[in-house]
C-alpha cells in the first residue's frame, strides 16, 4: 500500500512526462504542418525570398522523317559553357608518379583552348574582363552551343570552375537533302521556314520547369523539389523518299549545270494517293548552313514560283473538248505554221509548215499552236476557263507550303483578242509545279484528282496520331475522257522528236513538252530567247502510277524543252527503280493519226 509520501513524486513525473509529451506532440504537429501539410506554400515562400534555385526543363523538339522513317532533322543537345571567375586559379592533379601536383591557369586554359577551339589568350581574357567589372564574379560564358564531345572532353579535365548548361539544338543529318522542304530553324531554336514552320504545332515542345531550395553549401534541401515535366514535340512524317530526293537533287544540280540554267526541279507524285514523293530543286538550302545560301534559294521555288505552263496544258484542251463531246482525237482542223485569225490575233507555231489537215491527236503530237487555237474555238471561252479552273489553276494545292502560290487565271471579260487563243495552249495563266502535275495525275487516274499531300502525319509524344485534313477524291472528267487523253500524250511521247531521247525500256511512257515564254515586268511583253522549259508525264502508261515533272529555268545550250528531256527519262527510270514498278504489259499503244 502506498503511502501519499511515495504518490506525490509519481504524480509529478507522470505530470512531467505529460508536458514533454504534449510539447513533442505540438513539435511533430508543427513538423509535419511545415514538412508535409503546407510545405509547399513554404517552399514557394523561399523561392520568393531569394533562397531557392530554379532550371528550365527542355523538351525536346520532334524529328521530321521521310516516308520509311529516316531522320530528316532531328534535335541533339547541345551545351553552354561557363567560368567562375572567382574560382579560377591552379588545381591539384595527380603527376604520372601519382603525387599531387598544381596545374597553373595558363596550362588549363590552354587545355580548355584546344577543346573549344579558342586561343588560350581568349580564354583568359574572358575571366579578366568578368573580373574588371565585378571583383566577385562567379560567372563568365566561356562559349555557347558545345557539342557532346567537346562537353565530355572539358568534363573529363576535372576543373572544379568550369560549369555547362544544356539545351536543345535542331540538327540535319543529310543536309541539303530535302533543305527546301523540311525549312530551318533560328539560332533561338524559333521555326523560320518550311515544314519546320507551317508544321509547328506538331514538332513544338513545351518546356518544363524545376524549383528547389538550397542550403547554405549549395546542397539541395530534401522535400523540396518541385517539378514540372517537359513536353516533347511530335514526330512529322512525310510522303517523300530520301533516297529518291537525294538521287533527284544530284540530278537536276548536274542538269541545271549541263545546261547552264538558272535552276531547275524535280516533281514525283504517286497516282492512286496524290502523295508527293520527291521535291527536288537546285540552287537549294542546307539548314546545318543556312547563311552560304542566298535568301532567295532558303524556300521551295517548286511553290512558289509561277510560270505559263505552255504545251504541257495543250493536253487540258484536248480533254475539255473530249469531255464537252466537241472533238474526239481524230476530229481535224487545217493549220499553218502562221495564222492571222478573224479578231486580228496573230499565232505561230514553233517550226514552219505547210497547211496539215491536223487531227486532235496530231495536234498534241506536232504541238501546234495554230491548231490548237482552231480547236479551242469548238467550246466557248467561259467552258475552257472553266476546265483551267476544275484543273486547279488559279488556287493552291491542297500542300498549302509555306509561301505557295495559287498562280492566275484571268476571268474571261479580260481576256483579250490574243488571250482567247493564247489560253488554249497554256499561256495567258500561270501555274506552279504541283498544278500541273496534279493536273496529270488527274488524266493519270481515269478523272479523277487525289488531294496532293506532302505530310502522311503527325505523332504526337503520348502516341496518338494526327493526319492531315484533306478533301475526299474530286472527279473532274469522266473516265473515257481521261483514258483517251492519256492514250494521245503517249502518242506524243512515242511519234513526237523525243521519244529515243526519254524512251525507258520495257515501259510505256506518255509525256508532254512545255517552252514558256518569259514574262517580261519591264517591257509588258515577252523576253526574247528565255524560255521556262518543262517536261510532265506518267508511267507505265498503260497502268500510271507516277508523274513525274521535270523544268528548267532559262537554259542556255539547248533553250527549247528538249533540254528537260534527259533529266526526264532519268527521273522516270529512277522513280520506277525506287518502287520496283513492274514493266508495262503490252509493248506500245494504239498508233493515232496525226493527220487525215
Not at 533543305?179 to 507551317?198: I, P
Not at 492512286?272 to 547563311?291: F, I, L, Q, S, W
Request: glycine share 10%; with cysteine.
Amino acid at each position: 500500500m502506498s503511502t501519499r509520501a511515495t504518490r506525490s513524486p509519481r504524480r509529478r513525473t507522470v505530470i512531467a512526462l505529460g508536458v514533454v509529451l504534449a510539447i513533442l506532440v505540438a513539435f511533430i504537429v508543427r513538423l509535419v504542418d511545415i514538412q508535409v501539410v503546407n510545405a509547399h506554400d513554404h517552399v514557394a515562400n523561399s523561392m520568393s525570398l531569394g533562397l531557392g534555385a530554379s532550371r528550365t526543363l527542355y523538351g525536346t523538339r520532334g524529328s521530321i522523317v521521310d516516308e520509311t522513317g529516316v531522320v530528316l532533322a532531328g534535335s541533339i543537345l547541345l551545351y553552354d559553357g561557363a567560368l567562375d571567375p572567382s574560382n579560377v586559379g591552379p588545381v591539384e592533379r595527380e603527376d604520372a608518379g601519382g603525387k599531387e601536383a598544381q596545374v597553373p591557369w595558363e596550362e588549363t586554359s590552354a587545355e580548355i583552348a584546344g577543346i573549344t577551339g579558342q586561343t588560350p589568350e581568349e580564354i583568359r581574357q574572358i575571366v579578366s574582363d568578368a573580373k574588371t567589372v565585378n571583383p566577385d564574379s562567379q560567372w563568365a560564358l566561356l562559349k555557347r552551343g558545345l557539342t557532346t564531345e567537346q562537353y565530355r572532353a572539358l568534363a573529363d579535365l576535372d576543373l572544379p570552375f568550369l560549369s555547362f548548361t544544356p539545351h536543345p539544338a535542331r540538327t540535319y543529318p543529310d543536309g541539303a537533302v530535302g533543305g527546301n522542304l523540311v525549312g530551318f530553324v533560328g539560332s533561338d531554336g524559333d521555326a523560320l521556314a518550311g515544314l519546320e514552320k507551317t508544321e509547328n504545332d506538331c514538332l513544338s515542345t513545351k518546356d518544363g520547369h524545376e524549383a528547389y531550395s538550397v542550403g547554405k553549401d549549395g546542397v539541395v534541401i530534401p522535400g523540396t523539389l518541385r517539378s514540372q515535366p517537359a513536353t516533347d514535340g511530335g514526330t512529322l512524317q512525310l510522303t517523300i523518299n530520301r533516297d529518291l530526293e537525294w538521287y533527284l537533287q544530284q540530278l537536276i544540280a548536274e542538269e541545271v549545270q549541263n545546261q547552264a540554267a538558272q535552276r531547275g526541279t524535280v516533281f514525283v507524285v504517286e497516282v492512286a494517293t496524290g502523295k508527293v514523293r520527291a521535291a527536288a530543286e537546285y540552287p537549294t538550302v542546307d539548314p546545318n548552313n543556312v547563311d552560304a545560301s542566298e535568301p532567295d534559294d532558303r524556300g521551295s521555288r517548286i511553290f512558289t514560283t509561277v510560270f505559263e505552263p505552255g504545251s504541257t496544258f495543250k493536253a487540258i484542251t484536248a480533254a475539255t473538248l473530249l469531255e464537252e463531246g466537241a472533238a474526239t482525237p481524230l476530229t481535224t482542223q487545217v493549220a499553218s505554221s502562221s495564222e492571222t485569225f478573224p479578231n486580228g490575233a496573230r499565232i505561230n507555231d514553233a517550226f514552219t509548215h505547210p497547211a496539215y489537215n491536223y487531227t486532235l491527236a496530231g495536234a498534241l503530237i506536232d504541238s501546234s499552236n495554230v491548231a490548237l487555237s482552231k480547236f479551242g474555238t469548238m467550246v466557248s471561252p467561259e467552258v475552257r476557263h472553266d476546265y483551267l479552273a476544275r484543273f486547279g489553276v488559279g488556287k493552291p494545292t491542297d500542300i498549302g507550303f509555306l509561301g505557295e502560290e495559287p498562280g492566275e487565271l484571268h476571268p474571261v471579260s479580260e481576256w483579250d483578242n490574243q488571250t482567247l487563243y493564247t489560253t488554249t495552249f497554256g499561256q495567258a495563266f500561270t501555274v506552279t509545279v504541283p498544278q500541273v502535275a496534279s493536273a496529270y495525275q488527274t488524266i493519270a487516274n481515269g478523272g479523277i484528282r487525289m488531294p496532293l499531300t506532302l505530310v502522311e502525319g503527325c505523332t504526337k509524344a503520348d502516341g496518338t496520331v494526327e493526319a492531315p485534313e484533306l478533301p475526299g477524291p474530286e472527279r473532274i472528267v469522266s473516265e473515257a475522257t481521261a483514258d483517251t487523253t492519256a492514250l494521245m500524250i503517249e502518242n506524243v511521247a512515242v511519234q513526237g522528236g523525243l521519244s529515243k531521247v526519254i524512251a525507258v525500256p520495257g515501259y510505256r511512257i506518255a509525256a508532254k513538252t512545255g517552252t514558256a515564254q518569259k514574262y517580261d515586268p519591264a517591257t509588258g511583253g515577252y523576253k526574247a530567247g528565255v524560255y521556262y522549259t518543262s517536261m510532265v508525264g506518267f508511267a507505265p502508261a498503260d497502268d500510271p502510277e507516277y508523274v513525274v515533272m521535270v523544268t528548267l529555268d532559262e537554259p542556255t545550250r539547248v533553250t527549247s524543252s528538249a533540254a528537260t528531256a534527259p533529266a526526264f527519262q532519268k527521273a522516270m527510270t529512277q522513280v520506277l527503280k525506287t518502287y520496283r514498278v513492274m514493266p508495262s504489259s503490252s509493248a506500245e499503244p494504239e498508233l493515232l493519226p496525226k493527220y487525215q
